[in-house]
């Protein structure tokens, strides 16, 4: 296996972008996943957005103890596609001790998130089209800039492997759900619009 999942899915329409401990991060992943199941089955609804957002808030304060003892930081992001609000695309992102935020355009988290966020700013005021006017394409050229920016100066930032071809994992959400995108897709736009 040559690159870990840090986009985890949640339920149709939610993903949980991880920085931090991975093994923390997939447990929290596999607790929302059956809260939301389990809202799902006994109340016959989906819960709201604001539920889940905070669901996940409630896991990072309970983690706080061992992100104190420096063993279990987790950061995350979460994104959801949400049909009752406007826009329907809803991001957010946290700190370690379950604070949220809600993002307009574009977040970004962990270690190489600064050389990240820079490129997403520049893309967003400077670039031929703001972030939210961006087709799929377009989108995944920006996020592997991003992200290869981000591991040219950050060692723990995975980008993308030039010499094995290893691209990294990317997902979209949508009202149809989500959808991981196939890597000879990525490695054509990379191709085409990064290297």
């Known amino acids: 296996y040559d690159r870990a999942d840090k986009v985890l899915e949640i339920d149709r ?4 972008a991880i920085a931090g401990v991975p093994a923390t991060a997939w447990e929290m992943a596999r607790v929302l996943e059956h809260s939301f199941q389990y809202f799902r089955r006994t109340q016959l609804q989906e819960m709201s957005v604001d539920g889940k ?3 996940l808030s409630k ?4 983690n706080l103890g061992f992100v104190l003892q420096g063993v279990g930081v987790v950061v995350p992001i979460f994104a959801t596609y949400d049909s009752n609000s406007h826009p329907e695309a809803r991001l957010y992102f946290y700190d370690a ?3 949220q935020f809600e993002a307009a355009d574009y977040a970004a988290t962990g270690s190489g998130s600064p050389a990240g966020r820079g490129i997403l700013y520049y893309e967003n ?7 939210k006017d961006l087709g799929e394409d377009e989108a995944v050229a920006v996020a592997l800039r991003a992200l290869d920016t981000a591991a040219e100066s950050d060692t723990a930032t995975g980008g993308v492997d030039r010499t094995g071809k290893i691209f990294p994992i990317i997902k979209t959400v949508s009202r149809d759900g989500i959808t991981t995108l196939p890597e000879e897709k990525i490695a054509a ?3 085409q619009a990064v290297a």
């Open 97 to 99: 001790m379950g604070a």
């Open 189 to 191: 736009v990379f191709k």
């Open 125 to 131: 005021h400077w670039g031929i089209k703001s972030l």
């Open 13 to 16: 329409h939610s993903i949980m």
């Open 59 to 62: 896991l990072l304060r309970d």
């Open 53 to 55: 957002v905070r669901a």
